[in-house]
Each structure stands twice: as C-alpha cells, then as structure tokens.
C-alpha cells in the first residue's frame, strides 16, 4: 500500500555539517512530496515541496530533488545550524484527500 | 492570508470524561479538514478528515468521533477518554487544489 519510509533518528551532527535525510515513498498515483518541519511543541510546517518528477524544492538552506526512477525524496542541508533541531517528516499526497507522513526524524545539531 | 486555529491549547481530564476540541479556518472557504493525533516521539495518525460540512471520513476505529458543523470549523469529540488518548493533537486544512497541508498549533492533551 501507499507509505513513506524516512530514515529513523535521531541523528546528531555538530553546527556547519551536511546534512542528509533520506526519504522514500510507495504510491500507487503520481504524487506531490513534501518536507514538514516540526519543532518542540509546535504543529508542522511546510519546509519545502515538489510536485513533478526532477522538481528541486528549496527553502532556508534546505533542499530535496524529486527523483521519480528511485522513489525518493531526500532532504539536504550543507550547513546546519543549532536552530534546525527539529524533527522532520516526509510525506506526499496525489488524490488531494489524504496525505502520507513517514515517522518523522528527529535532528540534534550541537554547537 | 490563511490561519488556523485550536484550542484549548493544552488540556488535562481524567479518565472517562468528555473531550471536545475544536479548530477553525479563517481566510479560505470550504477546505478540506484533518484531525491527527501524535503520541510523544511517534509519526502522525490521521483520525478523520472532511470534504465538506456534515461529511467526516474515519481512518481508525476508536471513541472518537470528528464533527463539522460549519465550512471552516471541526471538532473532535470523545464521550468517556481513555489513558492512551493522550497525546498531541493536530488539526490540518488543504485548500480547493487539495496540493498543501497547513497544519495548527496543536493541543496537548494528557488524560490521567
């Protein structure tokens, strides 16, 4: 069936480092991907999103590439900050009804 | 601009109490609506969603039920809380194209 399989945390990594989440996706339909932030406390945010295959959606630093042939998804950072400790989710939707989340994976970014 | 709104934004009742939560949508007409729930540390469980007033969709059979008396609001409604409906509770709203979710703040619900 339709799911999202995101990479489990928590991943820990030091300030300035590369930051790699990986995020793939079963869908029975041609669907949009999205990236959601949540921090402590709070409800999700939408980071960034592409809709069509090879799309780049990209907001504060962050990026992810829309690669249909592998099914993924995977969210970038080349330089993490103490305030991106988060967690993050992965998820997409194509019948405008229901959305897949993956589990969500938590950051640590230490200074 | 849109916003969404719940509350109350924490709250803590005993077992077999009632619950209601509510959640409005302001600055759109006839979204699409979401409740999910968030145990500490876990992914997101989509309770119910709706495509329009009086329609509720259920995704998980449980002592909950959803509720939309009017386009913009939903409710979340409970008649005896169990222990493991606490949790965190996010109610979400897409618009005519269905292509973004936007989530509210969320209410803390601890039943004891």
């Known amino acids: 069936g339709d799911s999202v399989t995101q990479m489990e945390g928590p991943v820990t990594l030091s300030e300035e480092a590369f930051l790699t989440i990986n995020c793939t996706y079963t869908?029975?339909?041609?669907?949009?991907l999205f990236w959601y932030v949540q921090y402590p406390g709070e409800g999700l945010q939408l980071l960034l999103k592409?809709?069509?295959?090879?799309d780049k959606g990209s907001n504060k630093g962050f990026e992810a590439t829309y690669r249909k042939e592998t099914t993924s998804f995977h969210l970038e950072k080349g330089s993490v900050q103490v305030s991106d400790s988060a967690v993050y989710f992965c998820?997409?939707?194509?019948?405008?009804?229901?959305?897949?989340f993956g589990s969500g994976t938590k950051l640590n970014v230490k200074p | 601009s849109q916003t969404i709104h719940q509350w109350p934004a924490t709250l803590v009742q005993p077992v077999g109490s009632p619950l209601s939560l509510e959640c409005t949508v302001e600055g759109t007409s006839n979204p699409n609506l979401y409740w999910y729930r968030q145990a500490a540390g876990r992914g997101l469980q989509l309770l119910f969603y709706s495509v329009g007033i009086g329609q509720i969709s259920s995704e998980v059979p449980q002592n909950l039920s959803a509720s939309r008396p009017q386009d913009r609001q939903f409710i979340l409604s409970s008649k005896k809380l169990l222990l493991s409906d606490s949790g965190f509770y996010l109610c979400a709203w897409t618009g005519g194209n269905g292509d973004t979710q936007y989530f509210g703040p969320g209410t803390r619900l601890t039943v004891l």
């Open positions: 592409a809709t069509k295959a090879d």
């Open positions: 869908a029975t339909g041609y669907p949009s």
């Open positions: 998820a997409f939707n194509y019948n405008f009804n229901k959305f897949y």
